[in-house]
Nanobody, 124 residues
Framework: QVQLVESGGGLVQAGGSLRLSCAAS????????MGWFRQAPGKEREFVAA????????YYADSVKGRFTISRDNAKNTVYLQMNSLKPDDTAVYYC?????????????????WGQGTQVTVSS
């Protein structure tokens, strides 16, 4: 089992940047593929980005491709989401999630463990 804690959210103006972090407990962090999801008010939680266990493979939602970068540091048990050129539409609670299988996934149901989320608000 793994516990996830997100940090780094906040209020930023459109065009600005934020870096989210997700710290994982336990010694087996490198055995989890990781993902970032987000949920805006009144909307369903949606996929943002995912990264393989080794960090060699990544995948992004079309809405963030070219602006967001997911990365991980297995030595620090942490996954990151660098968000650049932020837009008001990026406003949401951002969640990190972990899955035990090697392959990355865009499906919420494929992730077994979730953090509590961190709020990102982008003002226009």
């Amino acid at each position: 089992q793994v516990q996830l804690v997100e940090s780094g959210g906040g209020l930023v103006q459109a065009g600005g940047s934020l870096r989210l972090s997700c710290a994982a407990s336990g010694r087996t962090f490198s055995s989890y593929a990781m993902g970032w999801f987000r949920q805006a008010p009144g909307k369903e939680r949606e996929f943002v980005a995912a990264i393989s266990r080794s960090g060699t493979r990544t995948y992004y939602a079309d809405s963030v491709k070219g602006r967001f970068t997911i990365s991980r540091d297995n030595a620090k048990n942490t996954v990151y989401l660098q968000m650049n050129s932020l837009k008001p539409d990026d406003t949401a609670v951002y969640y990190c999630a972990a899955r035990t299988l090697r392959s990355i996934s865009t499906m919420r149901s494929d992730y077994m463990y979730w953090g509590q989320g961190t709020q990102v608000t982008v003002s226009s």
